[in-house]
């Protein structure tokens, strides 16, 4: 059993990076791309790195690594040390990095900046026991992995592609597939019923989100009790704002990750069912109404598919009113035995005429073969450690793990665990963080040194 000795910078450094509020900004300048949080972040990263013994090198700020060993081929370890807004709701300080009761909060403490720093801490305790790895051993620190993996674009081909890998960026055991992305931008025009005019819908930020707020104004309703009685009988969640222009009524759902839209409360469907009720019965309302409304298995839209890995999920994320057309972007997440091609031409022939598909785009599906080597070894550190049996599992989400041909997302949330990341009060205990530097530490003894036990 390897014996962390450095647990007590392991923790400092957590908190000192997790302080750093790396949250992207537009560039600043030279070697900044993601702006100067970011840029810290990762100088932080590196010089614990260097620190520690290990050769740094920085990719122009995208993205940077810390390099061990030697060999014909390369493990990467994909880290990431950007993290999304701390958003509203927390009852600590998101950037403090504090330890209270044995928990260490703060934005990024699971997502991603506290196993990066666990797997940095775990191999430096491999290289002070004396171990030689047979591949050379890269801990790889992207800085847009919450965005659009334009760190991956620039490093991948300048750095090379690790022969194998693994992302501590989700979840334990093992996650051998990772559903498919596809995420699509629907439009048509507006048409209303006599006497209301829906001057402006605006609902959710992001197509990965389930929207918490859809904002509906209307004119020609004068009856505001008709509003409230309606949204009663639907369920809704909504308040009142009045102005001399007309009324707005603002849904309220529970956000969650796109991937797992069934964990949220959408705020769009709402505001669909509402405009339904007040007599939107044609056009796109109407279309998005009966062919998507409460649903996220995508059986309104035709695609409505499954394999033994799960089934297809549909989260209509962002909703829009221009020019008299209203735009939505759903992100669907389809099965690893599915095409994007499959699930696009199901689509397509599931629209109705006067709905237009007006871009698409995505990531393939994953799926590593539970015989390889990567997965067996995963597996066995897992049921080491943790003495459970390490099961392989699927998911909605896109890690890093996409980025590479032979590679997996492991850890670092525990079977049962809840699921802080993206949320309020974010934390990772301390024993938790410890405990990930021994699985990351002895994950890369067995993948980087293979054939011996
Ligand atoms: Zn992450």
Not at 11 to 34: C, L
Not at 73 to 98: I, K, N, Q, R
Not at 196 to 221: A, H, S, Y
Not at 285 to 310: C, M, P, Q, T, W
């Amino acid at each position: 059993m390897m014996i962390i000795g450095n647990r007590d910078e392991l923790i400092q450094a957590t908190q000192e990076i997790v302080r750093i509020a790396s949250v992207k900004d537009a560039s600043a300048g030279e070697g900044k791309p993601f702006g100067e949080g970011i840029a810290r972040a990762l100088e932080y990263a590196l010089a614990k790195g260097r620190e520690l013994g290990f050769k740094t090198e920085n990719f122009s700020g995208y993205a940077g690594h810390i390099e061990f060993g030697e060999g014909p081929e390369t493990l990467g370890v994909l880290c990431h040390l950007d993290v999304v807004p701390a958003g509203e709701g927390w009852s600590m300080d998101p950037f403090g990095g504090e330890i209270i009761d044995g928990k260490l909060y703060g934005r990024g403490t699971i997502d991603d900046k506290g196993p990066a720093m666990a797997v940095l801490y775990g191999l430096a305790a491999l290289k002070d026991s004396g171990w030689q790895p047979r591949r050379r051993i890269r801990i790889i620190l992207g800085c847009d992995e919450e965005s659009g993996w334009d760190c991956m674009h620039h490093y991948l081909p300048i750095a090379g592609k690790p022969e194998i890998g693994f992302t501590p960026d989700a979840e334990f055991p093992v996650i051998s597939s990772e559903k498919g992305i596809l995420m699509v931008e629907l439009s048509g025009a507006l048409q209303c019923p006599k006497g209301i005019e829906l001057v402006d819908i605006q609902g959710g930020n992001r197509p990965n989100m389930v929207p918490d707020r859809c904002r509906v104004k209307l004119r020609g309703i004068e009856d505001e009790g008709l509003l409230v009685k309606t949204a009663t009988k639907i369920g809704a969640k909504m308040d009142l704002e009045r102005d001399e222009s007309g009324i707005t009524m603002v849904f309220k759902g529970v956000s969650a990750h796109g991937s797992m839209p069934e964990t949220g409360v959408n705020a769009i469907s709402y505001a669909l069912a509402m405009l339904h009720h007040l007599g939107f019965e044609q056009g796109i309302i109407n279309f998005l109404y009966e062919h998507i409304g409460f649903s996220h298995d995508g059986r309104g839209l035709n695609i409505e598919v499954k394999d033994a890995f799960g089934p297809l999920t549909a989260n209509t994320g962002v909703i829009s009113l221009e020019d008299n057309r209203v735009k939505v972007l759903v992100d669907i997440r389809y099965p690893v035995s599915f095409t994007q091609e499959q699930i696009l031409d199901r689509l397509t022939a599931g629209l109705s005429a006067d709905v237009t598909l007006l871009s698409h785009g995505g990531k393939g599906p994953l799926h590593v073969d539970g015989d390889s080597q990567l997965i067996q070894i995963l597996q066995r550190v897992y049921e080491k450690h943790t003495g459970e049996e390490a099961k392989l599992i699927s998911i909605g989400g896109g890690t890093y793990a996409r980025a590479l041909d032979n590679a997996v997302a492991f850890g670092p949330v525990f079977p049962g665990q809840t699921e802080l990341a993206h949320q309020p009060d974010e934390y990772i205990s301390v024993s938790h963080l410890v405990k990930l530097a021994e699985i990351y530490g002895e994950a890369i003894a067995k993948l980087g040194r293979p054939g011996r036990d």
